[in-house]
């Protein structure tokens, strides 16, 4: 209990330990803004064990049924990732959390979306995959299967929250290719099995990174999905979200793009989210760090469906309202490109951010009006 005398004290991480009760003395910190408890036993989350300064809360694969009404009277609040826990409902205070712009809830006991959920005005980036909703789905045509014993496996290209990507060569693939291999557990993103169910209903698309074979017969029963290998001259768009910056990615010093470059990264990645709108997918993570860019040709790939949700047909009107939310993380990005390219193509971009940003969810366009605009700004620029 003394060591809320750190009165200077920000950051807490207490992953991988065997606490059972968010500790109370957390909420005498006065500067405490992130707390990361992920990974423990908790099944209680105290109201007193929230700090005032709170932004960044990961309760990440616990045990928690019932949160604290308190949690919406925390008004820096921005990142709550709450995945792999038990929670069947959500505290209805959250809809004072006007500064949420990203929440994680895969893998819980929820058995509906809340209506005040898609009405925050910044929410940007949601995961609710693995609950007891009660949607159904069309069947997906599986994959080609391809077994362990046919991969010659070579160096490790990444390693993402849910898995290690490995460069391989597989037995009768002319071309190599990449292999995902399941951590297998709960991540901050949510269960590998829903990773590979929205893997399955996004397909294929140009701008997507989505996998043509799955893994079978691992010795380890590792689950694993096998993708084209993205040619070595893309990078990252961006490096992810620091502990200052939150829920917004990190660009190098001094890093620039050139109008073309930009206006092609919007268009390839508007076309591949409209993709996944269009076949019931939420991507949940589109983000700038998630984007593979080719700086000569343009070409822009979006990737890691780690944090995707599948949505039913039924009822159109959720669909829109949760897509709705994906639309203003297009528009952060929008932003972000805008920030690093010289008008006029900047202005442009930013012009279309902000119809995209609107604190209204109901008022942004979907993604293929989006899209239409993307090409309109780019076609502008080529004439």
């Not at 009405?119 to 080609?144: I, K, S, Y």
């Not at 599948?310 to 309202?321: A, K, S, Y």
């Not at 279309?352 to 109901?362: K, R």
Request: aromatic share 4%; net charge negative; glycine share 8%.
């Amino acid at each position: 209990h003394q060591l809320s005398r750190l009165h200077k004290l920000q950051v807490l991480f207490a992953s991988d330990n065997d606490f059972e009760v968010l500790p109370e003395v957390l909420g005498d910190y006065p500067a405490l803004q992130m707390v990361g408890f992920k990974a423990n036993r908790i099944a209680h989350v105290p109201a007193a064990a929230l700090p005032p300064a709170l932004r960044w809360l990961t309760l990440t694969d616990n045990a928690i049924g019932h949160l604290p009404t308190e949690l919406g009277q925390r008004p820096a609040l921005q990142k709550l990732m709450l995945a792999g826990n038990r929670l069947q409902a959500l505290p209805d205070s959250l809809q004072s959390a006007q500064r949420l712009e990203l929440l994680r809830v895969s893998a819980n006991r929820l058995n509906k979306v809340p209506g005040w959920l898609t009405d925050l005005p910044r929410l940007a980036w949601l995961a609710l995959a693995g609950n007891a909703m009660g949607w159904t789905f069309a069947h997906e045509p599986a994959l080609p299967e391809v077994p362990w014993a046919s991969l010659s496996l070579g160096k490790l290209l990444g390693e993402g929250a849910s898995g290690h990507i490995h460069h391989v060569q597989a037995s009768g693939w002319p071309q190599p290719l990449a292999l995902k291999l399941f951590k297998g557990e709960v991540t901050s993103d949510g269960l590998p099995e829903d990773e590979l169910a929205a893997c399955l209903a996004a397909g294929e698309h140009p701008s997507l990174t989505t996998p043509v074979a799955r893994l079978v017969d691992h010795p380890g029963q590792t689950q694993g999905l096998l993708m084209p290998l993205i040619p070595a001259a893309h990078v990252n768009l961006a490096g992810p979200p620091s502990l200052h910056t939150c829920t917004r990615d990190v660009y190098p010093s001094g890093f620039s793009l050139s109008p073309n470059l930009a206006l092609g990264i919007a268009r390839d990645v508007a076309d591949a989210v409209a993709h996944l709108h269009q076949r019931g997918v939420m991507h949940g993570d589109l983000y700038a760090h998630n984007t593979l860019i080719d700086p000569v040709q343009g070409q822009a790939r979006l990737g890691d469906l780690g944090a995707a949700t599948r949505l039913p047909m039924d009822p159109p009107e959720l669909r829109r309202r949760l897509f709705a939310l994906e639309v203003r993380a297009f528009g952060c990005l929008l932003e972000e490109l805008a920030a690093h390219t010289p008008a006029p193509a900047s202005q442009a971009l930013h012009a279309l951010a902000q119809s995209c940003l609107l604190p209204v969810p109901n008022d942004r366009p979907d993604m293929t009006t989006v899209v239409a605009q993307c090409q309109a700004l780019a076609d502008g620029l080529a004439a």
